[in-house]
Nanobody
Framework: QVQLVESGGGLVQAGGSLRLSCAAS????????MAWFRQIPGKEREFVAV????????YYGDSVKGRFTISRDNAKNTVYLQLNSLKHEDTAVYYC??????????????????WGQGTQVTVAS
């Protein structure tokens, strides 16, 4: 079992930055692919970014490319999401997810076994 806890969310002005953290316990994250998704009420979770465990390959959703950066520190069992140039439409609950198996469906919610409880990001326009 892997337990994931997100932190770092909050209220920020448009154009500002935040760094989200996802701390894991239960197992070492070193062999898990780690992803971030986000969700606004009434909509499905949207893929934001993923980082693979093997060679740290990163993929991003189209709406965040060039603005968000995913990274990991296996020694700290933590994954980060740096959010820059924030826009009002980035407002959402951000979730961290993990799975040990890499799949071509990395951008789909059903691919990941473990999820955190989410952290709210609100961008004021």
């Amino acid at each position: 079992q892997v337990q994931l806890v997100e932190s770092g969310g909050g209220l920020v002005q448009a154009g500002g930055s935040l760094r989200l953290s996802c701390a894991a316990s239960g197992r070492a994250l070193g062999t898990y692919n780690m992803a971030w998704f986000r969700q606004i009420p009434g909509k499905e979770r949207e893929f934001v970014a993923v980082i693979t465990w093997s060679v740290d390959t990163k993929y991003y959703g189209d709406s965040v490319k060039g603005r968000f950066t995913i990274s990991r520190d296996n020694a700290k069992n933590t994954v980060y999401l740096q959010l820059n140039s924030l826009k009002h439409e980035d407002t959402a609950v951000y979730y961290c997810a993990a799975d040990s198996v890499w799949r071509a469906t990395y951008d789909q919610e059903r691919t990941y076994r473990y999820w955190g409880q989410g952290t709210q990001v609100t961008v004021a326009s």
